[in-house]
């Protein structure tokens, strides 16, 4: 049986990394995007070590050309995309005021997290049309969503990174309308929360590890099924957008 293709952006560490090693070792082929190529090699290299299928790929998420340069290499080596996991994200306020937070720290946030994504997505669709079944998935946050944000009652409420909860939910939206365009095609588009997972990322502090921030995207990313389309989920059901 033909193995599945997933590329993951930003796989080189972090949940990117995991889902890799979880998603190999259930049987897929993995492209381990990452925009350093000696940290992209290396993670190949100790996914290979545990008997993985993986390649490197070279792709900067917020850079054109290198986005161009990875679908081509993809378009020539394989031919088509089963699953693209758009994972890599940074988070550069924390904390901070929206009344004061400067306006180059949102941009940053927004060109990894939204642009990036959007342009990621664009370049690879061509790809995914051409599997016979084919899955986006938005690594999003539960900061995005505004009904959480807005609800007293809830820990999100309390969360203050505007630049990086919008890039989210722009993320969020993005996710509802590319699935509805595709809905009657062969690719699924479905957002996901990890939840607050002990990466770098988030300092050390999560209060998940890294195989329960991925549970939710393995499980969706090697189902047979692919009916679900549109969502936003974690490991406990649908978040509200
Ligand atoms: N950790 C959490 O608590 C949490 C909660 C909710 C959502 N998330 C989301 O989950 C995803 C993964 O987070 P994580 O915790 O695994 O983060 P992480 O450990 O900090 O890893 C982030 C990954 O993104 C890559 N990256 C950053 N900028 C990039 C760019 N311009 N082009 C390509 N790759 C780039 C990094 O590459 P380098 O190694 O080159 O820096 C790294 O591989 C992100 O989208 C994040 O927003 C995380």
């Known amino acids: 049986m033909t193995r599945q293709l997933t590329l993951i952006t930003g796989a080189d560490r972090g949940m990117g990394f995991e889902l890799a090693l979880e998603l190999g070792h259930l049987g897929q082929h993995i492209l ?6 000696d940290k992209g090699n290396a993670a190949v290299a100790q996914l290979r070590d545990k008997g ?3 390649d490197s790929l070279e792709l900067d998420v917020t850079d054109a050309k290198s986005i161009h340069q990875a679908a081509t290499t993809v378009t020539q080596q394989y031919g088509h995309l089963d699953i693209l996991i758009n994972n890599a994200g940074i988070a550069l306020d924390n904390y901070e005021k929206p009344s004061t937070l400067p306006i180059d720290t949102i941009r940053k946030d927004f060109d990894v997290n939204f642009f990036g994504v959007v342009m990621v997505t664009q370049a690879f669709i061509p790809l995914l049309r051409q599997a016979p079944f084919a899955k986006i998935l938005n690594i999003s946050s539960a900061v995005g969503s505004l009904t959480l944000a807005s609800d007293p009652t809830t820990s999100i409420y309390q969360h203050s990174a505007m630049g990086y909860q ?6 969020n939206m993005f996710t509802v309308d590319l699935a509805n365009e595709l809905k009657t095609t062969n690719i699924t588009v479905n957002a996901v929360n990890p939840g607050w997972v002990d990466t770098t990322f988030a300092g050390g502090g999560g209060n998940k590890t890294v195989q329960e921030g991925v549970a939710r995207t393995v499980a ?3 189902s047979p099924d692919n009916t679900i389309n549109g969502t936003f989920s974690d490991t406990d059901g649908l978040v509200p957008w």
Request: aromatic letters at 0%; glycine letters at 0%.
């Open 32 to 37: 381990v995007a990452a925009r350093n190529a």
């Open 166 to 171: 919008a890039s989210k939910t722009a993320v």
């Open 52 to 54: 993985i299928e993986a």
């Open 220 to 222: 969706l990313a090697s």
